[in-house]
């Protein structure tokens, strides 16, 4: 096993473990295949030949050790990341290698922030969280957009879904967050996370999506991972995401059926366009990025992320979100054969 080419992949039989064993193997990197269940891991590296597989639990912290060795990083796929990723990250900085996840859930990615910070910088170990599409791409997007400003007053983030079946992680990781809320609320505002309880129905506005999506119906308040990663290193004190209605009832819907494949790679049907503002004052600045399927284009993006952490392109060390350890604009145009993205004329509000 070449070591500077392998990639550990925790989770590596979940819906998007797959996605990012795929990617991998089409970068050039040997990922090893790592999870808790022998008999998926088995199953899947018998699709995979050549690739070894390790079985390792995040209860077990010799058998994460064992796991990892050999590898130059590690990617986490296994939710629900409020059980996966501490004891991950332990496994990563003990090996001194850099950690990125997947993670969507908000707490997770607190979690990730408050707990690993000193600890990843000072072991010198780089720690991605949610380098995924919630999370990791409006962070992006949201970074390109501020472009030489230091501050701003708001970002808005509006996912225009055309629909959206969520994977058992997903369904898992949403009844964990929503557990750890105890029936609150979160939003960012005024420059924290606020935890809020509100009996009323989630605000419904239209947004007006670019073409072919167009104007459409979100539901405001719908937060998501970007109030951990943007807020993480850029100073914006509110920071807003927004879902189209039909997606938000698929997902709440109690028969929510899981994607399916439409095309060789795996991916689902499903298109999105995530629509960025960010405003300072009366001029405010917008990026769009569109593509296919969710979970599908979370692997290029987290295996663009191992790839520029290992060939030293990061601007910081420790945990650090996306738009902070990375070239945003530079990261986005890497991925031009899977996003599409668009940075519209600053304009006057």
């Given at each position: 096993?070449?070591?500077?080419?392998?990639?550990?992949?925790f989770?590596?039989?979940?819906?998007?473990?797959?996605?990012?064993?795929?990617?991998?193997?089409?970068?050039?990197?040997?990922?090893?295949?790592?999870?808790?269940?022998?008999?998926?891991?088995?199953?899947?590296?018998?699709?995979?030949?050549?690739?070894?597989?390790?079985?390792?639990?995040?209860d077990?912290?010799?058998?994460?050790?064992?796991?990892?060795?050999?590898?130059?990083?590690?990617?986490?796929?296994?939710?629900p990341?409020?059980?996966?990723?501490?004891?991950?990250?332990?496994?990563?900085?003990?090996?001194?290698?850099?950690?990125?996840?997947?993670?969507?859930e908000?707490?997770?990615?607190?979690?990730?922030?408050?707990?690993?910070?000193?600890?990843?910088?000072?072991?010198?170990?780089?720690?991605?969280?949610?380098?995924?599409?919630?999370?990791?791409?409006?962070?992006?997007?949201?970074?390109?957009?501020?472009?030489?400003?230091?501050?701003?007053?708001?970002?808005?983030?509006?996912?225009?879904?055309?629909?959206?079946?969520?994977?058992?992680?997903?369904?898992?990781?949403?009844?964990?967050?929503?557990?750890?809320?105890?029936?609150?609320?979160?939003?960012?505002?005024?420059?924290?996370?606020?935890y809020?309880?509100?009996?009323?129905?989630?605000?419904t506005?239209?947004w007006?999506?670019?073409?072919?999506?167009?104007?459409?119906?979100?539901?405001?308040?719908?937060?998501?991972?970007?109030?951990?990663?943007?807020?993480?290193?850029?100073?914006?004190?509110?920071?807003?995401?927004?879902?189209?209605?039909?997606?938000?009832?698929?997902?709440?819907?109690?028969?929510?059926?899981?994607?399916?494949?439409?095309?060789?790679?795996?991916?689902?049907?499903?298109?999105f366009?995530?629509?960025?503002?960010?405003?300072?004052?009366?001029t405010?600045?917008?990026?769009?990025?569109?593509?296919?399927?969710?979970?599908?284009?979370?692997?290029?993006?987290?295996?663009?992320?191992?790839?520029?952490?290992?060939?030293?392109?990061?601007?910081?060390?420790?945990?650090?979100?996306?738009?902070e350890?990375?070239?945003?604009?530079?990261?986005?145009?890497?991925?031009?054969?899977?996003?599409?993205?668009?940075?519209?004329?600053e304009?006057?509000?």
């Amino acid at each position: 096993m070449s070591s500077g080419r392998t990639v550990a992949v925790f989770g590596a039989y979940g819906h998007t473990g797959r996605f990012v064993v795929t990617e991998l193997r089409d970068r050039g990197f040997v990922p090893l295949l790592i999870g808790r269940d022998a008999g998926r891991l088995q199953a899947l590296a018998a699709s995979h030949p050549g690739l070894e597989h390790r079985v390792a639990s995040v209860d077990d912290p010799a058998s994460l050790d064992q796991a990892l060795k050999g590898a130059a990083a590690v990617i986490n796929s296994a939710g629900p990341f409020a059980s996966t990723a501490a004891p991950v990250i332990e496994a990563a900085v003990r090996a001194r290698i850099p950690y990125v996840d997947v993670a969507a859930e908000i707490e997770a990615n607190v979690d990730t922030f408050t707990h690993f910070t000193d600890h990843a910088r000072n072991a010198g170990v780089a720690v991605v969280p949610a380098m995924a599409f919630f999370g990791g791409l409006g962070d992006l997007l949201v970074t390109t957009a501020m472009a030489d400003w230091a501050a701003a007053d708001e970002a808005h983030i509006a996912y225009g879904l055309s629909s959206w079946h969520p994977t058992a992680g997903t369904l898992a990781s949403g009844t964990v967050s929503r557990d750890r809320r105890d029936g609150h609320r979160v939003r960012y505002t005024d420059g924290r996370l606020d935890y809020y309880v509100d009996e009323r129905d989630l605000p419904t506005l239209t947004w007006d999506f670019p073409t072919p999506v167009g104007t459409r119906t979100v539901l405001g308040d719908f937060t998501m991972a970007d109030v951990v990663t943007v807020p993480s290193h850029l100073s914006i004190p509110e920071v807003r995401t927004y879902m189209t209605t039909d997606a938000a009832n698929d997902l709440a819907a109690p028969d929510a059926a899981a994607p399916s494949a439409v095309d060789e790679r795996g991916r689902s049907a499903q298109t999105f366009t995530v629509d960025v503002i960010v405003r300072s004052g009366d001029t405010q600045r917008r990026v769009v990025a569109s593509g296919q399927d969710i979970y599908a284009i979370s692997a290029p993006l987290a295996v663009e992320a191992v790839r520029r952490i290992l060939a030293g392109q990061t601007r910081t060390s420790g945990v650090a979100s996306a738009g902070e350890i990375f070239d945003a604009p530079d990261f986005l145009r890497a991925l031009s054969a899977h996003i599409s993205v668009e940075e519209r004329p600053e304009s006057r509000v």
